[in-house]
């Protein structure tokens, strides 16, 4: 994962995490996952649960 790019420099971006439970998180985004290409907060950069490439394949995510 990759600290900010400078590419939203000056603007806010909000974490793009989604729990399993559909959960959205609305906190800074300030890490760049390399893997899966999302924005994460300090928190959720560390935690594979809120990233869309840890997923089990077949699964989208959230509760259908």
């Keep these: 994962m990759n600290e900010g790019d ?3 420099e000056g ?10 439970n559909d959960e959205p998180c ?7 996952c390399s893997k ?4 994460f907060c ?10 869309p490439c840890s997923l089990d394949p077949g699964e989208e995510g959230g509760e259908a």
């Design 6 to 8: 400078g590419e939203f």
């Design 11 to 20: 603007r806010e971006r909000a974490c793009q995490g989604v729990s399993r």
């Design 26 to 32: 609305d906190f800074p985004a300030t890490v760049h």
């Design 36 to 39: 899966c290409g999302q924005w």
């Design 42 to 51: 300090d928190a959720h950069a560390e935690d594979d649960e809120w990233h």
